[in-house]
């Protein structure tokens, strides 16, 4: 892949765009969004200030290998507790996976990443989150020793 987006993308997001617009007209849209949206695809399709092509470089750039890796929720079901506090205390992590991690492995409540008003909040919410499973698995490892020494007699 390479780092600067080419023509091709520019014109296939155009077409969806111009695409999107006609549909609009002929759902007889807002007159005010139609208009505005007219504008901006005029303005886009002239290429003053480079616009597109500048939107288009930001997502390709966004998308590079610097950050850690992206996992998807079945792999952050199945990882170890150990592999998703190291992920947690990565200052790498953007705040947007750490709320993924929150979400999806633990089942926190996407509305309630709100009350988590900065990245700190977040990242303590996620230790103890964390800690809380390892006493669960702490407890459920010796219920099921006491199962089995119970089952022996």
Known sequence: ??????ENEGGALLRVLTAHFHSLVAARGDKTVLEQYSRLLRSLKSGKGGLLVDILHRAHSSRGTGGPPTLTADELRSSSLDDIERLVSNDATPRK????VAIQRFSVPRGSMRSFSNRRMLVDKLRALIDNERTH?????VARGQAKRTSAY
Do not use: G, H, S, V
């Open 97 to 100: 996976n750490l709320e993924f």
């Open 1 to 6: 892949m390479t780092d600067q987006p080419t």
């Open 137 to 141: 698995e702490a407890i459920r490892e």
